[in-house]
């Protein structure tokens, strides 16, 4: 079956440590996005990759980076300049130019920085 | 004015009851309109889109008005099951595809 991969599901690192979400998808999708959730809140986007070896920022993007070497494959590195970076993420992909159609999820990281 | 707005909840409702949710939305050069559902701790999954005519799937109701900038949900006879956050989802203008999330509202149906 088709779908996106994160792992691991929960993620411990201590203060001042990088740390790399890993998302994998085989739908085939160009579009590639990462979010983060906060309790209570709304996803806010933090990257986003419309096709290989491209990537621009999203709302959100101080304090992490991330590579798009291959389709399949979308990994977000949160960095120790991420002042707060306990929070639950999200990463999706979808199809270019569809408006937002066919978005997939996987089933997130929750991340835990002590 | 926040890109999309929802009632901050939470809702609580008996089963059998109806419910709506409402959603605003600043930009008026959006096109594409979702209501997305999340259970506690899961990752948001799509329950319907959102179209100007109306559309209805089951119990679920969305409505669209362009002029208002305004999204409706309404569920009938609400079930323990329908018990989740409803977040409101809205296509980010001249992009490709990304999606701005509200921040959602949680509905607890009780017996």
């Known amino acids: 079956d088709g779908g996106i991969t994160q792992s691991p599901k929960y993620l411990f690192r201590k203060e001042g440590q990088n740390v790399t979400l890993s998302c994998e998808q085989n739908l085939n999708h160009d579009a590639m996005y990462w979010y983060r959730q906060d309790p209570g809140q709304g996803l806010r986007l933090i990257y986003y990759?419309?096709?290989?070896?491209?990537?621009q920022k999203g709302d959100i993007a101080e304090g992490y980076s991330v590579s798009r070497e291959k389709k399949e494959s979308f990994p977000l590195t949160v960095t120790s300049a991420q002042k707060n970076p306990t929070a639950f993420y999200l990463c999706a992909s979808s199809i270019p130019g569809t408006g937002g159609y066919g978005y997939t999820f996987g089933s997130g990281t929750r991340l835990t920085v002590v | 004015r926040k890109e999309v707005e929802q009632d901050p909840g939470p809702f609580n409702v008996p089963e059998g009851a109806t419910v709506a949710f409402n959603c605003t939305y600043s930009?008026?050069?959006?096109?594409?309109f979702f209501w997305y559902r999340q259970d506690c701790r899961k990752e948001p999954k799509l329950l319907m889109s959102?179209?100007?005519s109306g559309n209805e799937d089951g119990r679920f109701t969305a409505q669209l008005n362009r002029a208002s900038q305004y999204i409706s949900l309404l569920i009938r006879d609400s079930k323990l099951s329908d018990s989740a956050t409803y977040l409101c989802v809205v296509n980010r203008e001249g992009s490709q595809g990304n999606l701005i999330f509200g921040k959602g509202t949680k509905l607890s149906v009780k017996p």
């Open positions: 959102v179209y100007s």
């Open positions: 930009n008026s050069a959006s096109q594409s």
């Open positions: 990759s419309q096709i290989v070896n491209d990537f």
